[in-house]
Nanobody
Framework: QGHLVESGGGLVQAGGSLRLSCGAS????????TAWFRQAPGKEREFVSA????????DSTDSVEGRFTISRDNAKKNIYLQMNLLKPEDTDVYYC???????????????????WGQGTQVTVSS
């Protein structure tokens, strides 16, 4: 599936929206789990949302539930993160990741993922 490339980050005011994209350069995502994580300087990488190709039901952390929506195209070429009602606390570098194995015991754990993008900066101002 090649490496992952994120795009769509930027600077927005609180309450605004951004749409992040993640593409599998040179191929498709294939089987397994693809997720969005975020990380601020000096902090642990935090799970945001994940989608499993064999299951249409996504999983998101409570802090973004109802505001962020993960989605994919049917060809498995891209996944997206639609972020609405952004807050300053959402300011982070956002990373796209693909799972180490086809089957994942805990898709909210960063160690389950083996392929990571370079990240895209999201900054939300008051």
């Amino acid at each position: 599936q090649g490496h992952l490339v994120e795009s769509g980050g930027g600077l927005v005011q609180a309450g605004g929206s951004l749409r992040l994209s993640c593409g599998a350069s040179g191929g498709t995502f294939g089987a397994g789990v693809t997720a969005w994580f975020r990380q601020a300087p000096g902090k642990e990488r935090e799970f945001v949302s994940a989608i499993e190709w064999g299951d249409d039901r996504p999983d998101s952390t409570d802090s973004v539930e109802g505001r962020f929506t993960i989605s994919r195209d049917n060809a498995k070429k891209n996944i997206y993160l639609q972020m609405n009602l952004l807050k300053p606390e959402d300011t982070d570098v956002y990373y796209c990741a693909r799972s180490r194995y086809t089957y994942v015991a805990d898709k909210r754990t960063a160690s389950e993922y083996s392929v990571w993008g370079q990240g895209t900066q999201v900054t939300v101002s008051s």
